[in-house]
């Protein structure tokens, strides 16, 4: 019985080599495709940080809470949906200033899906001295949609390559062998890659224009195909 065993594990790796020897042996050419695309980001997160120290202990935190959440609404920012607390965990904070100086601090995220949107939260939220504001991440919730489209793309791109190669030689790209996909995380910028600035100051104008960099999300990919 143990024999036979053997003798069965010894024909099975040669006949695996064999398969593996005898694709390899076939001619191929080993190319990359890539695609790539540009979309402008529909959710953007604004963090928003509130302190006593700001108004120098002349408004409570619960008051500020009060005036951002009323700004907030009134610029039709859903509350119940789009406002959160972070770091739930911890959130109102004491600093101690001096010994006899203590400050609470709270913050929160509020979640926008424009650029005009996130504007009018950083105007307004100015306007009762609330200035540390900042955007915190963004992202485009189509991007899985998207990268479906660029893999496509990016398989007939390496096809092209190919053929661009095997056509002078009067020869034609066959089936894939093999393939790898190199996809990278897609980009989730945050302030510092991002054309706007949370801190406000008494120069800022009513009315201004927030603008994004745009989301770039790629596919690439690298693929073997068989040459007849």
Same mark, same amino acid.
């Given at each position: 019985?143990?024999?036979?065993?053997?003798?069965? %594990?010894?024909? &099975?790796?040669?006949?695996? %080599?064999?398969?593996?020897?005898?694709?390899?042996?076939?001619?191929?050419?080993?190319?990359?495709?890539?695609?790539?695309?540009?979309?402008?980001?529909?959710?953007?997160?604004?963090?928003?940080?509130?302190?006593?120290?700001?108004?120098?202990?002349?408004?409570?935190?619960?008051?500020?809470?009060?005036?951002?959440?009323?700004?907030?609404?009134?610029?039709?920012?859903?509350?119940?949906?789009?406002?959160?607390?972070?770091?739930?965990?911890?959130?109102?904070?004491?600093?101690?200033?001096?010994?006899?100086?203590?400050?609470?601090?709270?913050?929160?995220?509020?979640?926008?899906?424009?650029?005009?949107?996130?504007?009018?939260?950083?105007?307004?939220?100015?306007?009762?001295?609330?200035?540390?504001?900042?955007?915190?991440?963004?992202?485009?919730?189509?991007?899985?949609?998207?990268?479906?489209?660029?893999?496509?793309?990016?398989?007939?791109?390496?096809?092209?390559?190919?053929?661009?190669?095997?056509?002078?030689?009067?020869?034609?790209?066959?089936?894939?062998?093999?393939?790898?996909? &190199?996809?990278?995380?897609?980009?989730?910028?945050?302030?510092?890659?991002?054309?706007?600035?949370?801190?406000?100051?008494?120069?800022?104008?009513?009315?201004?224009?927030?603008?994004?960099?745009?989301?770039?999300?790629?596919?690439?990919?690298?693929?073997?195909?068989?040459?007849?």
């Amino acid at each position: 019985m143990k024999k036979s065993l053997l003798a069965l %594990f010894a024909l &099975l790796t040669i006949n695996s %080599f064999s398969q593996t020897k005898n694709s390899i042996d076939k001619p191929f050419i080993e190319v990359s495709g890539q695609a790539d695309t540009l979309v402008a980001p529909n959710k953007i997160w604004i963090s928003i940080f509130l302190t006593e120290k700001d108004s120098k202990g002349k408004k409570s935190i619960e008051d500020l809470e009060k005036e951002m959440i009323l700004k907030l609404q009134n610029i039709g920012i859903d509350i119940e949906k789009n406002l959160s607390i972070n770091d739930m965990s911890s959130n109102l904070k004491y600093h101690f200033i001096k010994q006899n100086d203590i400050f609470k601090s709270k913050s929160y995220f509020v979640l926008v899906k424009n650029a005009s949107d996130a504007s009018k939260v950083f105007i307004n939220l100015e306007k009762i001295d609330i200035s540390n504001v900042r955007i915190e991440k963004i992202e485009n919730t189509d991007e899985k949609t998207i990268r479906l489209l660029l893999n496509k793309n990016a398989i007939l791109n390496a096809k092209q390559t190919a053929e661009s190669f095997t056509k002078p030689l009067n020869q034609k790209v066959g089936n894939i062998f093999q393939m790898s996909n &190199l996809n990278e995380i897609p980009n989730q910028l945050s302030t510092n890659e991002s054309r706007i600035y949370g801190n406000s100051n008494e120069n800022m104008p009513q009315e201004f224009n927030i603008e994004f960099e745009k989301i770039k999300i790629s596919s690439t990919v690298q693929v073997r195909f068989l040459i007849e």
